[in-house]
């Protein structure tokens, strides 16, 4: 029998179901300041997302109290959760993908060992992170068109371009995490070859 190397499950024996190599486990040990920055960032876009959604909560129960109360809801409520959404979406992607909370199916990876797990991780990152940088340029060029037609809300004639440079912005940290953790894989799988 080989010796495998220490640190991933399912370098040993499989006698069990192989457990997954997790992001964690990749940042422990192949990480460094400029991937503990960007998780850093990553978190602080994330608790934005968490103001917008308390303050999303509080506008609903104004409007419903309003509405209910007084029979006068707020204006532009339907307009507010719109905007509140697309930020929320946005500015959680990154830490989403820092912390490998994304929705998977791993019905193949957890039967991989750690090698194959790991390439799996960066033919997947590869993909994500083409697709993610096309969908970030679109955004920019997106909010572009927005900024020079002077597009807005309809009730409440709030800009939408700022909405939608949040949006690039949260589209850009979701690729660079992405990125981070696929060079990561890349450096586990140097590093057992």
Do not use: C
Not at 100 to 122: K, M, P, S
Not at 127 to 154: C, H, I, K, N, P
């Amino acid at each position: 029998m080989t010796e495998p190397t220490p640190g991933y499950p399912g370098d040993e024996e499989p006698a069990e179901p192989v457990r997954a190599v997790t992001a964690e486990q990749l940042r422990e040990r192949h990480g460094g300041p400029l991937t503990r920055a960007l998780v850093r960032v990553n978190t602080v876009l994330h608790l934005v997302a968490g103001v917008v959604m308390v303050a999303l909560l509080l506008w609903t129960v104004g409007d419903i109290v309003g509405r209910a109360v007084f029979s006068h809801p707020l204006r532009g409520t339907i307009e507010m959760t719109e905007l509140a959404v697309v930020v929320l979406v946005y500015l959680g992607l990154a830490l989403t993908e820092d912390r490998d909370r994304h929705i998977t199916v791993d019905l193949l990876y957890v039967r991989l060992g750690a090698t194959g797990q790991l390439v799996l991780r960066v033919f997947a990152g590869v993909v994500a992170f083409v697709v993610v940088s096309v969908m970030t340029w679109r955004l920019w060029q997106y909010a572009e068109q927005l900024d020079a037609g002077g597009f807005t809300t309809g009730i409440l004639r709030i800009p939408l371009y700022p909405v939608a440079l949040l949006a690039v912005l949260g589209s850009s940290a979701f690729a660079l995490a992405i990125l981070s953790k696929t060079i990561l894989a890349v450096k586990a799988l140097a590093e057992r070859n």
